[in-house]
């Protein structure tokens, strides 16, 4: 069964908008981790945030952590055309050893 | 400094025939991961290696075997090619099992007619 959830599935904004997408998980986790992917390409990685975090920042990324909720965000600010992409979360799981991902939310940021 | 490659980028299969998708990474990481990702959807995990030596069943491991061949180098095999397995395939590796970055090649698209 899948560990992680994202929410929306698709969003489609104007260059310049915040993003915001949800994650929301089901069992204890240490950390969570959001990915990027771009058409046709590998994952790349954006943030890693620990369990006892509840916010860490990478440039125009924020991403918060409610382990009450078992759930996260991940906020891009000022979205830009590049930015269009698939984005997962992704938990550990089964004793922590391996990372299970989410169906993801696809983002298209219009010009 | 290639990061993770895999090896080959495309390969089209008949029902039955057999494989091997080549993983290896240059950053020295002791874990190493397969997953598919089918179209619309998430990675699912096939297989992974915690640790030199070690491998275990992910959540789809069915109909594929692995070998962690040294600390670099970890393949994925198809016995038996299904319809049913064509995706991508992607390899990860990570410092340490499940609490750091995983960090990806660019997949091989498999096709199985």
Known sequence: SQQGEEDPQA???QEGEN???NCSYKTSINNLQWYRQNSGRGLVHLILIRSNEREKHSGRLRVT???S???SSLLITASRAA???SYFCATPSGGYNKLIFGAGTRLAVHP | NAGVTQTPKFQVLKTGQSMTLQCAQDMNHNSMYWYRQDPGMGLRLIYYSASEGTTDKGEVPN???VSRLNKREFSLRLESAAPSQTSVYFCASSEAP???PLHFGNGTRL???
Do not use: F, R, W
């Open chain 1, 65 to 67: 952590l409610d382990t």
């Open chain 1, 83 to 85: 930015d269009t992409a």
């Open chain 1, 69 to 71: 909720k078992k759930s």
């Open chain 1, 19 to 21: 993003a915001t997408m």
């Open chain 2, 98 to 100: 499940g609490n750091s």
């Open chain 2, 63 to 65: 109909g594929y075997n």
């Open chain 1, 11 to 13: 969003l489609s904004i």
């Open chain 2, 111 to 113: 096709t199985v007619t």
